[in-house]
């Protein structure tokens, strides 16, 4: 390979003009040969057993030439990309030109990583939210987990908000049943929000063995378009009334839900989970907020292609959440009333600035001259491991060792720059 020009065109654009020479394109062409030669049927040969000069001689001698060219590009286009110096974030546009039996020349156009002027990354500030917990918080936490603990017992009066009961129901749009509007024995909790707006409210006060019309109009933007803004009504047969029986908050409960004797001990671990929890969220908001001013300070003429590829793993990234979750993209753009195009524009601010972080990140990685050796490789892969519980070998089949040592890059350029930044403490109300 020979890399006869390389041109920076424009801000992020090279133009490299490769020769692939003749000893490599003989053996691109030998391995296009033993890949293809099944295809070419030859008279008194067995399919793919013909000589290669024996084809070459009946098809052309070009014959095999676009698929050695196949073969012999990537290798010719990663040297050059290796001698020119630069990173491509997107697919070359490629032109050919002379090709022959001596081998062949193209052109590729890339598109490169831009050039990044950093600005300040250490020491930067930013606002940091002082956790705390108040005596409401640790209150709130103690009657969701005593509402967790109750248990449903018929209720011999009529329905009231937070009860659960126990209907069959049947909904009709002019007189005539829809499909998906049927259900029977059906557990509803009143004030869940589970059904559409004003269905439950219809059912406070109703006793068990009552027979009610629930009226009510689906929502303009309902997930059905054949219902969505329309009146319809319920034939609801109400079968029994649940209500929630809680227990005393008392010592006994903190010994049922909890490892702890008594319900001041209990409340203390609440109180001490939820500082933790807080102080988690106003740690990673307080790193967000120094990852914005980073990327405020930095310098970059980014390539819409980066962008546009980083908006395609974000999508697909949700995409495979949703399937994790039994549900497909396409149900989940009509549930929400979006359509594709709106959909990835909610993201695109996230891979943009994902871009910029990452961009600026290895800019750090580049000026503190980060680095990291083989065998801090290898303990990584051990740890990873150990904490699958996998065998380190399983672990490399996933990860290459280039991956792992760009995250190990990457977070050590993160470290630098958070623990070097300044908080600027606000109290929750203040803020």
Do not use: W
Request: aromatic letters at 8%.
């Amino acid at each position: 390979m020979i890399l006869k020009n390389s041109e920076k065109t424009a801000a992020n654009t090279y133009k490299l003009e490769i020769t692939v020479e003749k000893p490599e394109f003989d053996a691109a062409l030998e391995k296009a040969y033993r890949k293809t030669a099944g295809r070419y049927r030859v008279q008194g040969f067995r399919a793919g057993k013909a000589p290669r000069r024996i084809i070459e001689r009946l098809y052309g001698e070009n014959v095999f030439y676009e698929e050695a060219i196949n073969i012999a590009f990537p290798d010719a286009y990663s040297k050059a990309v290796e001698e020119a110096a630069i990173t491509p974030v997107d697919r070359p546009e490629l032109e050919l030109s002379d090709i022959n039996a001596d081998g062949f020349t193209f052109v590729a156009v890339v598109t490169v990583k831009p050039e990044v002027t950093l600005g300040q990354y250490k020491g930067l500030e930013a606002e940091y939210t002082a956790p705390s917990v108040t005596d409401e918080d640790v209150d709130k936490e103690l009657e969701r987990r005593r509402n967790r603990a109750g248990r449903l017992e018929t209720a011999e009066r009529p329905a009231q908000n937070g009860d659960t009961v126990v209907i069959d129901f049947e909904g009709f749009v002019d007189d005539v049943a829809f499909e998906g509007g049927k259900g029977e024995n059906h557990n509803l909790k009143l004030g869940s929000g589970q059904f559409i707006p004003g269905f439950e409210d219809q059912l406070v006060g109703k006793s068990a063995g009552e027979d009610v019309d629930v009226n009510v109009t689906f929502p303009e933007e309902y997930h059905a378009e054949e219902l969505a803004g329309k009146a319809a009504v319920f034939k609801v047969k109400v079968h029994e009334v649940k209500e929630n029986i809680l227990p005393e908050l008392d010592d006994e409960f903190a010994k049922d839900v909890s490892e702890f004797e008594t319900l001041d001990a209990f409340k203390a671990d609440l109180r001490e989970k939820l500082l933790k929890s807080k102080t988690k969220v106003a740690d990673d908001e307080f790193a967000g907020r120094v990852t914005d001013k980073l990327i405020e300070n930095m310098e970059a003429d980014i390539p819409d292609v980066m962008i546009e590829n980083q908006l395609d793993h974000v999508c697909e990234d949700f995409e495979y959440r949703l399937r994790a979750q039994g549900m497909t993209l396409e149900n989940y753009l009509k549930i929400s009333g979006s359509d594709m195009e709106a959909f990835r524009a909610n993201f695109r601010d996230q891979a943009e600035r994902q871009v910029k972080t990452r961009l600026a990140l290895d800019a750090v990685i580049k000026a503190e001259e980060l680095s990291v050796t083989d065998e801090e490789i290898e303990k990584e892969y051990a740890d990873m491991a150990e904490k699958y519980n996998t065998p380190v070998e399983e672990v490399k089949k996933y990860m290459s060792p280039e991956a792992v040592k760009e995250d190990m890059l990457t977070a050590r350029a993160a470290e630098i720059i958070q623990s070097s930044a300044i908080k600027t403490e606000v109290k929750a109300d203040e803020e």
